[in-house]
């Protein structure tokens, strides 16, 4: 079937479609028809919800010719990881230019970086996104003088070609919805760099309508004003698809009430979500991202604002459970 993304090239990275299956107990355990969309699963480096925007996002890095790209991120970002990952797959050059302050262990994704053998520039104590920026255009342009072909990607993979990988989750997501004679009332999904939810606030403007997206804020220093980046985001994804629709500020649902401290640091809530997912249905949330959107599911049944089915757009990034510090403050409470 066609798509308005069928004309732009793409690269093989993801397993789609992604499993989508009900949760029986957990539903039953907060008093809501909950179904989850498991971007957590797939083949290429753990997965996660970086690898759809990067089967777009990468394939147009090779379209002009590009052998390395380079990518800023958090310390422990999920983004840098799979696209190293999928840079390995694609035969490029990967450079991960990440915040903050050096770990004492290489552990989580970090290792994972080292084991896809991406090269790993870390400014120590920097963590504002702009000096970031700045330092990831120094890489590229030492890249260039020594006659490398640079590709930026911007935090979160969330350029609006990372974007489109998300409509076209959005029409995935309908289309297994449809297949099994279901409908859902509301999304909800954890957001940082916005193009996830870019993307699908796109899908639903070229569907003209569907299932309302419910944006969890988890990090909230990475643009000064992520409602507007996420209209910008849309707005410029639906322009490289010659899609004649609006996306407006109206469209966002960007929810701040779970970030708690900020971003990565944990909540009660998350902890006590993540918990409940792994004791009735043997699923893993992280405590940096889809633990705070899934504080959001229990918080939304709790109050009931979340009529009819549910789907919790599980975002993948499990694997921080093993990241120092998470594990302790994981079973805190328990
Ligand atoms: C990056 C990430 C998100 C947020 O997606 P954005 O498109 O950056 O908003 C959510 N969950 C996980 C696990 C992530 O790694």
Redesign the pocket.
Known sequence: MSTPWSELPRATLAELPTPLHRLPRFSAAIGADVWIKRDDVGELGLA???VRKLEFVLADARRRGADVVVIVGAAQS??ARAAAAACVRLGLRCVLVLSGDQPHETAGNLLLDRLFRADVVRFAGTTDWAELEQAAEQVREDLRARGASPYALPA?A?SPLGAVGFAAAWHELLGQLDARGATASTIV?????????AGLVLGRALTNGGPRVRAIG?AADIHPDPAAQIVALASDAAGLLHADVEVTAGDVSLDMAFLGAGYAAPTPEAASAIRLLAETEAIVC?PV??GKALAAVVAGARDGALPGTTVFWH???YHAVFAPPHGDALLDGD
Do not use: L, P, R
């Open positions: 996660g919800n970086k999920n983004a979160g969330s999904h954890a957001s940082s760099s916005g193009g996830t939810h988890v992280d991202y889809s975002t993948g990034g």
